[in-house]
């Protein structure tokens, strides 16, 4: 099945060949693992239950997947899966998971494009760009994330992308460079204004 197209054998499936879709979860068991395992990190989210966000999204990126939009399907997936987790995640800040909250902005940040609306934290954190969003105005991504940046002053500047990234929490941020927690919440805002 190699020389079949992902995009064909998810309208084969579609048509009830369920060894299509077997040759998918294959073909991007290793993209399922890169969210399982980054997320993993986070302590929010057991295995198991990123394995079934995963295998959810994959699923129905495959079922929603029609040539009458020129999107790829590897972009569907990928899409698909982080929807499913941001959602997760949506369920346990409204359950009371204050951690989740602090995390909150890191999450919501968007920047805007001709194709919508993207995650600054996906843009971060995927490696092929240019397959996911097709290249998205990259140089202008990289122009709006500068020029936020040069709008926050201080220590915090240091560690608005790595905040972004989830290498550290805000509140962790606060301790480290002796700060409130509240000023790291005052230049994410400001920096979330000032992306777009």
């Known amino acids: 099945m190699k020389s079949i197209s992902n995009e064909e054998l998810a309208l084969q499936y579609q048509n009830g060949n369920e060894l299509a879709f077997e040759e998918l979860y294959n073909r991007f068991k290793k993209l399922m693992n890169k969210f399982i395992y980054k997320h993993l990190?986070?302590?929010?989210?057991?295995?198991?239950?990123?394995?079934?966000?995963?295998?959810v999204g994959l699923y129905k990126a495959i079922v929603a997947y029609t040539t009458d939009k020129p999107v790829k399907l590897s972009t569907m997936i990928y899409r698909y899966i982080q929807t499913a987790i941001h959602h997760k995640y949506d369920y346990l800040k409204r359950n009371g998971r204050n951690e989740l909250r602090k995390k909150s902005i890191s999450i919501d940040i968007t920047i805007e494009s001709s194709h919508g609306e993207i995650p600054l934290y996906d843009i971060l954190n995927y490696e092929n760009s240019e397959d996911?969003?097709?290249?998205?105005?990259?140089?202008?991504?990289s122009n709006a994330i500068n020029y936020a940046l040069s709008k926050t002053s201080g220590k915090v500047k240091d560690y608005i992308i790595p905040i972004l990234l989830g290498d550290y929490s805000q509140e962790d941020v606060?301790?480290?460079?002796?700060?409130?927690?509240?000023?790291?919440?005052?230049?994410?805002?400001?920096f979330k204004k000032n992306i777009n």
Request: aromatic share 16%.
């Open 132 to 141: 996911v969003y097709f290249t998205y105005e990259s140089s202008g991504v």
């Open 174 to 190: 606060a301790k480290i460079i002796g700060v409130k927690y509240q000023a790291i919440q005052y230049h994410l805002k400001k």
């Open 41 to 55: 990190r986070y302590g929010y989210l057991e295995k198991d239950e990123l394995c079934s966000l995963c295998e």
